[in-house]
């Protein structure tokens, strides 16, 4: 079982939508990152947090420690947001990444 | 600033050839990193470099070799390619000089390798 999951690993929504993607672990963590993976392939950083929440134009990224989880949230989607959405976890043992496998978003017109 | 780039984008091997990735950046950041990253597994990262002068193995860093040459460049080498190593390549640093997961990192537009 991999230590970070995300879920779903495929997404497809409507423009407008509000969008969910979740990602569980199950190794002690300090902290947790969530990367957009554009369709060209360049990758670049979302939010990084260790509690609570953190707002960033239209997304949204959450927290629970104590459930090992977390969400990233899109409000009013639209088709510039597909892309691949990676969750990545610093372990607290070693202070390296641990990345999900990524879920792919298509958010159509 | 170009932040971080990466040479060449697209490469092809025969096995058994050798090359070297090159990466540079212009932040002046502490760490770099080299990931690799496959169909249907996240990111993995082959080997970092906490500070200039260091070098560390990362998950999986057998058949490469890497060279911090100094702040701004960190190269990984294929000493004898293998089809395994058919992937895409991605380096990274952040401005930490530990292992990096408590700062931003920012990626390299990538290099897409197909050994045969």
């Known amino acids: 079982k991999n230590e970070v999951e995300q879920s779903p690993q495929n997404l497809t929504a409507q423009e407008g939508e509000f969008i969910t993607i979740n990602c569980s672990y199950s190794v002690g963590i300090s902290a947790l990152h969530w990367l957009q993976q554009h369709p060209g392939g360049g990758i670049v950083s979302l939010f990084m947090?260790?509690?609570g929440k953190k707002k960033h134009g239209r997304l949204i990224a959450t927290i629970n420690i104590q459930e090992k989880h977390s969400s990233l949230h899109i409000t009013a989607s639209h088709p510039r947001d597909s892309a691949v959405y990676i969750c990545a976890v610093v372990s607290s043992n070693t202070g390296k990444l641990i990345f999900g496998q990524g879920t792919t978003l298509q958010v159509k017109p | 600033n170009a932040g971080v780039t990466q040479t060449p984008k697209f490469q092809v091997l025969k096995t058994g050839q050798s090359m070297t990735l090159q990466c540079a950046q212009d932040?002046?950041?502490?760490?770099m990193y080299w990931y690799r990253q496959d169909p249907g597994m996240g990111l993995r990262l082959i080997y970092y470099?906490?500070?200039?002068?260091?070098?560390d193995k990362g998950e999986v860093p057998n058949g490469y070799n890497v060279s911090r040459l100094n702040k701004r460049e960190f190269s990984l080498r294929l000493e004898s390619a293998a089809p395994s190593q058919t992937s895409v390549y991605f380096c990274?640093?952040?401005?930490?000089?530990?292992?990096?997961?408590?700062?931003?990192?920012?990626f390299g537009p990538g290099t897409r390798l197909t050994v045969t």
């Open positions: 990274a640093s952040s401005l930490s000089s530990g292992t990096g997961g408590f700062y931003e990192q920012y």
């Open positions: 470099s906490a500070s200039e002068g260091t070098t």
């Open positions: 932040m002046n950041h502490n760490s």
């Open positions: 947090l260790s509690s």
